[in-house]
């Protein structure tokens, strides 16, 4: 699986940006992409994700109700959207996937939960 990420940029307060992150390879129905984000001296931190069968989405509570991920069938590709962003949004955002677990299915929080990573893309936030 590969995953491309593209669309950063820089904004003000109040501003948006859509995320898109291109899959290809093996990626499929039984994936789950996610997004995460990691601030300047900080963690990777978990944003969103969406099950790629059936579209059940999942999102971190800093960002519930401000961001939206979305993906289109036809050309296996994730989105982002990006609203009503503050500076706190600022850092390097990624999307990851992983197979889901026939078994065990639960959303997947931490980094390690996810096998593919693609390269980051920047998204700043000025006050």
């Known amino acids: 699986v590969q995953l491309q990420a593209s669309g950063g940029g820089s904004v003000q307060a109040g501003g948006a940006l859509r995320l898109s992150c291109v899959a290809s390879g093996r990626f499929s129905t039984g994936y789950v992409m996610g997004w995460f984000r990691q601030a300047p001296g900080k963690e990777r931190q978990f944003v969103a994700a969406m099950n790629w069968s059936g579209g059940r989405t999942d999102y971190a509570d800093s960002v519930q109700g401000r961001f939206t991920i979305s993906r289109d069938n036809a050309k296996n590709t994730g989105y982002l959207q990006l609203n009503s962003l503050k500076p706190e949004d600022t850092g390097v955002y990624y999307c990851?996937?992983?197979?889901?677990?026939?078994?065990?299915?639960?959303?997947?929080?931490?980094?390690?939960?996810?096998?593919?990573w693609g390269r980051g893309t920047l998204v700043t936030v000025s006050s």
């Open positions: 990851a996937a992983y197979r889901r677990s026939a078994v065990i299915d639960v959303w997947r929080h931490n980094v390690g939960g996810y096998d593919y």
